[in-house]
């Protein structure tokens, strides 16, 4: 399926699930913070620890792809899922599955992640994709802090088998608002790929390849109105070890509410590698649409 088609259904997608969200959503008052997050005061800090008042407004209807952040130390998810079947003059098949967890507290912050993707064509298995990982961050101040890392990855159909990432570094928080966030943050990076089969990168035919890298990465997340949000990350992986060399990614996605707990999602995602392997191409992209709930 050509990515024009895809893009008329996704927009069709969302213009549906935002009549549903209109019809579902009690009208806001003035005062309600169109925040997915229970929205504190400014915080202060007190003997080294970050302290949040929370506030008595009332949670209004807004959708969201990631979990709703409150600093009481229990964990938040999100579980999305995305599905297609076609049949007749010929068969194919998509899913994708993912899901989000979250632990905050005044102090730090614990995220988990995962993504499933098998797409398939008359018979034959044409996409495989997993990630999995999680970062832990501590605050050293209200916008300075400290992160931690690890990512797993497997993509058959690019040669992938198995890519183990370690990061670490500082990030600050440029913009903490109710309805905007954005966040710089940069570090180091140690990447391991296992391919599937033998390829040629950095003058060598190789099964494995290890490599530090620098890390150098924003995102951002914005409630664009009552029952729409929106969020993106880029990421950039220049090698230490082969100067010239770098990877990049691109996460992005919009979210509109149905109910309080029921968003419907369209997500984009691109991963591009300098040096990807002979016969390969240098970047791979993935949109998705699909229907996402939050336990909190």
């Known amino acids: 399926m050509s990515i024009r088609p895809a893009l008329i ?21 003035p005062s309600a913070s169109p925040s997915p997050v229970a929205a504190p005061t400014a ?21 969201d792809t990631k979990p709703t952040l409150i600093a009481d130390g229990q964990f938040r998810g999100v579980l999305g899922l995305g599905a297609s ?10 899913l994708a599955l993912t899901g989000q967890a979250v632990r905050a507290t005044q102090l730090n912050k614990t995220s988990l992640y995962a993504l499933a993707l098998r797409s398939s064509a008359d018979g034959a298995t044409t996409g495989e994709q997993l990630r999995l990982g999680g970062r832990y961050d501590h605050n050293l101040s209200t916008q ?21 990432q370690a990061t670490g570094g500082l990030g600050y928080h440029f913009i903490n608002t109710p309805t905007t966030t954005w966040d710089l943050f940069g570090g180091l990076a140690y990447t391991a790929d296992k391919f599937v089969s033998a ?21 951002s997340s914005h409630v664009l109105s009552d029952t729409t ?28 509410a149905m109910t309080r707990a029921l968003s419907l999602n369209v997500g984009l995602g691109a991963a591009y590698n300098s040096e990807p392997g002979a016969g390969r191409k240098t970047t791979d992209t993935l949109l998705t649409t699909g229907v996402s709930v939050k336990f909190d």
């Open 43 to 63: 915080p202060t800090v007190e003997n080294g620890s970050i302290t949040h008042t929370p506030s008595t407004q009332a949670k209004p209807l807004v959708a």
């Open 199 to 219: 390829t040629e990168i950095d003058g060598s035919v190789r099964n494995s390849y290890a490599y530090p890298s620098l890390l150098l990465a924003e995102e």
């Open 85 to 94: 079947v076609a049949s007749g003059n010929s068969r194919s098949s998509n």
């Open 144 to 164: 300075l802090f400290a992160f931690g890392g690890l990512d797993f990855e497997r993509n058959k159909f690019s040669n992938l088998k198995l890519r183990s």
């Open 229 to 256: 949000t929106a969020r993106q990350r880029v990421a950039v992986y220049p090698n230490l070890r082969n100067r010239g060399e770098f990877r990049a990614t691109l996460d992005a996605g919009i979210a509109v």
């Open 9 to 29: 259904a996704a927009a069709s997608f969302l213009s549906i699930g935002s009549a549903m969200a209109q019809t579902a959503a009690p009208a806001m008052t």
